[in-house]
């Protein structure tokens, strides 16, 4: 047995890969905002960002590599989820059963929202599926412009924001307390940043198709 199939199997392990992989995601979603709100200084900026991006040497690695953490990320999740539901079949304590429940059952339908979200995006944006319109030889700028001229694709990136900071709140708050962060002195603050962090992620990334519809219109 591997020593990731060790770690993968025990149940500290789970937790702690489901930890770090998490903190991993929060500071991608964190460098990805950073870049997008660029969109608010125009075109120009906007372009050079992605072309400073894909020109990083292995960029197309570290693309894999953001997708197997991801794929770790979510394989745990659902193993995690899964074996707390028989857990939980097997329990005779009501209220563990209720509170353990509330919050694993929100994180298992905002992570499955997210997994949606995360499709149907990187179709539009990294692929350049726009609905409605090809743009042939589209930059990354045109891509954004022409997918929220459409209303129900606004819609639709606002409501899955607002889910996504959720997540990405509560997943923080969770990682942190995997990772050791659970004494009666931290959790308050653990608590604190974590609502802040998910409620700047939400509003951060939800503002992004609004403003871009209001603005550049195509
Ligand atoms: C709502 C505003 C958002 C905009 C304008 C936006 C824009 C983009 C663009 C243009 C790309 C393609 C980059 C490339 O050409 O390589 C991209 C890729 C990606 N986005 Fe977003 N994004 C937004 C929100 C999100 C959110 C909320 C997440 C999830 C936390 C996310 C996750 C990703 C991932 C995983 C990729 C593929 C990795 C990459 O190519 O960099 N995006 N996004």
Same mark, same amino acid.
């Given at each position: 047995?591997?020593? =990731?199939?060790?770690?993968?199997?025990?149940?500290?392990?789970? $937790?702690?890969? *489901?930890?770090?992989?998490?903190?991993?995601?929060?500071?991608?979603?964190?460098? +990805?905002?950073?870049?997008?709100?660029?969109? /608010?200084?125009?075109?120009?900026?906007?372009?050079?960002?992605?072309?400073?991006? +894909?020109?990083?040497?292995?960029?197309?690695?570290?693309?894999?590599?953001?997708?197997? %953490? !991801?794929?770790?990320? /979510?394989?745990?999740?659902?193993? %995690? #989820?899964?074996?707390?539901?028989?857990?939980?079949?097997?329990?005779?304590?009501?209220?563990?059963?209720?509170?353990?429940? $509330?919050?694993?059952?929100?994180?298992?339908?905002?992570?499955?929202?997210?997994?949606? =979200? *995360?499709?149907?995006?990187? *179709?539009? *944006?990294?692929? $350049?599926?726009?609905?409605?319109?090809?743009?042939?030889?589209?930059?990354? =700028?045109?891509?954004?412009? +022409?997918? =929220?001229?459409?209303?129900?694709?606004? @819609?639709?990136?606002?409501?899955?924001?607002?889910?996504?900071?959720?997540?990405?709140?509560?997943?923080?708050?969770? #990682?942190?307390? #995997?990772? @050791?962060?659970? +004494?009666?002195?931290?959790?308050?603050? %653990?608590?604190?940043?974590?609502?802040? !962090? @998910?409620?700047?992620?939400? %509003?951060?990334?939800?503002?992004?198709?609004?403003?871009?519809?209001?603005?550049?219109?195509?």
């Amino acid at each position: 047995m591997t020593p =990731f199939t060790r770690l993968f199997r025990s149940s500290v392990g789970k $937790k702690y890969l *489901l930890g770090v992989s998490g903190l991993l995601l929060s500071l991608f979603a964190i460098s +990805h905002l950073a870049g997008n709100l660029l969109l /608010i200084q125009g075109r120009e900026a906007y372009n050079d960002y992605a072309a400073g991006l +894909h020109s990083i040497p292995g960029f197309l690695f570290i693309e894999w590599g953001l997708a197997a %953490v !991801f794929l770790v990320h /979510i394989a745990i999740a659902i193993r %995690v #989820s899964m074996e707390n539901t028989s857990a939980r079949k097997r329990s005779y304590s009501q209220h563990k059963m209720q509170t353990v429940g $509330k919050s694993a059952a929100t994180m298992k339908y905002s992570g499955a929202l997210l997994i949606v =979200f *995360l499709v149907v995006h990187l *179709l539009n *944006l990294r692929f $350049k599926i726009v609905p409605e319109v090809m743009v042939p030889n589209a930059t990354d =700028f045109d891509a954004v412009q +022409h997918l =929220f001229a459409n209303a129900g694709m606004v @819609g639709f990136y606002v409501l899955m924001c607002i889910v996504i900071g959720f997540h990405l709140g509560h997943g923080l708050q969770s #990682s942190l307390q #995997s990772l @050791g962060w659970y +004494h009666t002195d931290v959790t308050p603050k %653990v608590r604190s940043l974590s609502f802040w !962090f @998910g409620l700047v992620m939400a %509003v951060g990334y939800a503002m992004l198709p609004l403003y871009v519809m209001f603005n550049y219109p195509v």
